[in-house]
Protein backbone atom coordinates (compact mmCIF):
# COMPACT_ATOMS: atom_id res chain seq x y z
CA UNK A 1 0.00 0.00 0.00
CA UNK A 2 1.40 3.21 -1.11
CA UNK A 3 1.82 5.98 1.71
CA UNK A 4 -1.09 8.33 1.02
CA UNK A 5 -3.40 5.56 1.10
CA UNK A 6 -1.99 4.61 4.52
CA UNK A 7 -2.47 7.97 5.56
CA UNK A 8 -5.78 8.47 4.12
CA UNK A 9 -6.86 5.57 6.50
CA UNK A 10 -4.71 6.16 9.53
CA UNK A 11 -5.50 9.54 9.82
CA UNK A 12 -9.32 8.32 9.87
CA UNK A 13 -8.13 5.71 12.57
CA UNK A 14 -6.17 8.69 14.48
CA UNK A 15 -9.51 10.43 14.51
CA UNK A 16 -11.77 8.11 15.94
CA UNK A 17 -9.25 7.29 18.58
CA UNK A 18 -8.61 10.80 19.91
CA UNK A 19 -12.01 10.57 20.59
CA UNK A 20 -12.06 8.29 23.17
CA UNK A 21 -9.76 10.73 25.01
CA UNK A 22 -7.37 8.24 26.01
CA UNK A 23 -4.82 9.62 28.12
CA UNK A 24 -1.08 9.49 28.18
CA UNK A 25 0.70 9.05 31.30
CA UNK A 26 3.52 11.16 32.46
CA UNK A 27 5.06 9.15 34.26
CA UNK A 28 5.09 6.45 31.53
CA UNK A 29 7.40 8.81 29.04
CA UNK A 30 9.36 10.70 31.80
CA UNK A 31 10.43 6.85 32.77
CA UNK A 32 11.58 6.24 29.79
CA UNK A 33 13.30 8.94 28.44
CA UNK A 34 14.81 10.04 31.98
CA UNK A 35 18.28 9.13 31.20
CA UNK A 36 18.09 11.40 28.07
CA UNK A 37 16.96 14.49 30.23
CA UNK A 38 18.51 16.82 32.90
CA UNK A 39 18.09 19.90 33.67
CA UNK A 40 18.62 23.07 31.32
CA UNK A 41 18.31 19.48 28.56
CA UNK A 42 16.21 20.77 25.43
CA UNK A 43 13.23 19.12 24.72
CA UNK A 44 11.39 19.39 20.91
CA UNK A 45 7.88 18.83 21.32
CA UNK A 46 5.25 19.71 18.97
CA UNK A 47 1.42 21.41 19.13
CA UNK A 48 -1.04 18.75 18.60
CA UNK A 49 -3.36 19.54 15.60
CA UNK A 50 -5.42 16.85 13.36
CA UNK A 51 -5.96 14.88 16.23
CA UNK A 52 -2.35 14.50 16.97
CA UNK A 53 -1.76 12.92 20.90
CA UNK A 54 -1.96 15.85 23.10
CA UNK A 55 1.39 16.31 24.76
CA UNK A 56 1.06 19.76 26.03
CA UNK A 57 0.64 18.71 29.87
CA UNK A 58 3.37 16.49 29.27
CA UNK A 59 5.70 19.15 27.87
CA UNK A 60 4.35 21.82 30.27
CA UNK A 61 5.49 19.13 33.75
CA UNK A 62 9.09 18.46 32.37
CA UNK A 63 9.34 21.77 32.28
CA UNK A 64 8.20 22.92 35.77
CA UNK A 65 9.26 19.02 37.45
CA UNK A 66 12.80 18.52 35.08
CA UNK A 67 13.76 22.27 34.30
CA UNK A 68 13.86 21.38 30.86
CA UNK A 69 14.04 23.83 28.50
CA UNK A 70 11.09 23.19 25.50
CA UNK A 71 11.10 24.00 22.05
CA UNK A 72 8.74 23.73 19.01
CA UNK A 73 8.84 23.45 15.63
CA UNK A 74 8.25 26.49 13.61
CA UNK A 75 8.44 25.76 9.31
CA UNK A 76 10.18 28.69 7.58
CA UNK A 77 9.77 30.31 4.37
CA UNK A 78 11.80 27.86 2.37
CA UNK A 79 10.31 24.90 3.64
CA UNK A 80 12.40 24.10 6.38
CA UNK A 81 11.37 23.32 9.78
CA UNK A 82 13.58 24.49 13.20
CA UNK A 83 13.06 24.44 16.61
CA UNK A 84 12.50 27.82 18.72
CA UNK A 85 12.61 28.27 22.13
CA UNK A 86 9.11 28.25 23.64
CA UNK A 87 7.74 27.88 27.43
CA UNK A 88 3.91 26.94 28.55
CA UNK A 89 3.65 30.33 29.48
CA UNK A 90 4.20 31.96 26.23
CA UNK A 91 1.78 33.03 23.18
CA UNK A 92 1.59 31.44 20.08
CA UNK A 93 0.70 32.50 16.59
CA UNK A 94 -0.51 30.07 13.82
CA UNK A 95 0.88 29.40 10.82
CA UNK A 96 0.49 29.03 7.24
CA UNK A 97 -1.15 25.17 8.18
CA UNK A 98 -2.90 26.35 10.89
CA UNK A 99 -0.19 25.04 13.44
CA UNK A 100 0.51 27.55 16.22
CA UNK A 101 4.33 28.33 16.19
CA UNK A 102 6.25 30.43 19.17
CA UNK A 103 6.37 33.37 18.54
CA UNK A 104 9.54 33.61 20.14
CA UNK A 105 12.87 34.41 17.74
CA UNK A 106 15.44 32.04 19.45
CA UNK A 107 16.72 29.07 17.58
CA UNK A 108 17.59 25.94 19.79
CA UNK A 109 18.88 22.48 19.12
CA UNK A 110 16.53 19.71 20.94
CA UNK A 111 18.46 17.27 22.76
CA UNK A 112 15.22 14.86 22.54
CA UNK A 113 12.65 15.73 20.12
CA UNK A 114 9.00 14.61 20.54
CA UNK A 115 7.48 13.38 16.70
CA UNK A 116 3.55 13.16 16.16
CA UNK A 117 2.91 9.82 14.23
CA UNK A 118 0.30 9.29 11.32
CA UNK A 119 1.44 5.60 11.13
CA UNK A 120 4.46 3.10 12.33
CA UNK A 121 5.82 -0.03 12.19
CA UNK A 122 7.76 -2.52 14.66
CA UNK A 123 10.90 -1.51 12.71
CA UNK A 124 10.39 2.20 14.45
CA UNK A 125 10.10 3.57 11.18
CA UNK A 126 6.93 6.45 11.25
CA UNK A 127 4.44 7.87 8.07
CA UNK A 128 3.73 11.45 8.81
CA UNK A 129 1.64 14.11 6.87
CA UNK A 130 4.15 13.64 3.69
CA UNK A 131 5.83 16.88 3.95
CA UNK A 132 9.30 15.40 4.62
CA UNK A 133 9.87 18.55 7.78
CA UNK A 134 10.43 16.19 10.38
CA UNK A 135 12.77 13.23 8.25
CA UNK A 136 14.86 16.30 6.91
CA UNK A 137 15.02 17.91 10.11
CA UNK A 138 16.37 14.82 12.16
CA UNK A 139 18.79 14.76 9.21
CA UNK A 140 19.77 18.24 9.41
CA UNK A 141 20.28 17.72 13.48
CA UNK A 142 22.17 14.40 13.33
CA UNK A 143 25.00 16.20 11.54
CA UNK A 144 25.16 18.38 14.39
CA UNK A 145 24.60 16.60 17.65
CA UNK A 146 23.36 13.27 18.98
CA UNK A 147 19.72 13.36 18.91
CA UNK A 148 17.20 11.00 20.83
CA UNK A 149 13.89 10.79 18.58
CA UNK A 150 10.47 9.87 20.66
CA UNK A 151 7.16 8.78 18.73
CA UNK A 152 3.63 9.24 20.27
CA UNK A 153 1.02 7.44 18.63
CA UNK A 154 -1.74 5.19 19.61
CA UNK A 155 -1.49 1.64 19.39
CA UNK A 156 -4.03 1.55 16.74
CA UNK A 157 -1.71 2.97 14.54
CA UNK A 158 0.53 0.53 14.17
CA UNK A 159 0.67 -1.03 11.17
CA UNK A 160 2.78 -4.54 9.27
CA UNK A 161 5.19 -1.92 7.63
CA UNK A 162 5.85 1.36 6.68
CA UNK A 163 7.20 1.72 3.05
CA UNK A 164 10.08 3.65 3.67
CA UNK A 165 13.17 5.44 1.01
CA UNK A 166 16.58 6.87 1.47
CA UNK A 167 14.90 10.03 3.13
CA UNK A 168 12.92 8.07 6.03
CA UNK A 169 14.66 8.81 9.44
CA UNK A 170 14.26 6.01 11.87
CA UNK A 171 12.68 6.74 15.62
CA UNK A 172 14.67 5.36 18.51
CA UNK A 173 11.39 4.74 20.46
CA UNK A 174 7.80 4.62 20.09
CA UNK A 175 5.24 5.16 22.85
CA UNK A 176 1.63 4.25 22.45
CA UNK A 177 -0.64 4.00 25.44
CA UNK A 178 -0.49 0.24 25.54
CA UNK A 179 3.37 -0.51 25.14
CA UNK A 180 6.54 0.86 23.91
CA UNK A 181 8.63 -0.59 21.10
CA UNK A 182 12.66 0.21 21.30
Not at 65 to 93: A, C, H, Q, R, T
Not at 130 to 150: A, E
Request: net charge positive; hydrophobic share 35%; charged share 35%.
Amino acid sequence: MIKSKIRKKLLYTRKKQNNKNIKFSFLKIFKEIRKKISKNKIIGGYYPVNFEIDILEILESLEKKVGVKLSLPVIKKNNEMDFYKWSSKNLLKLNKFGIPEPEEIKKVFPDVIFVPIVAFDSRLYRIGYGGGYYDRYIQKLSNKKKLFKVGIAHSCQKINKVPINKYDKKLDIIITEKYILR
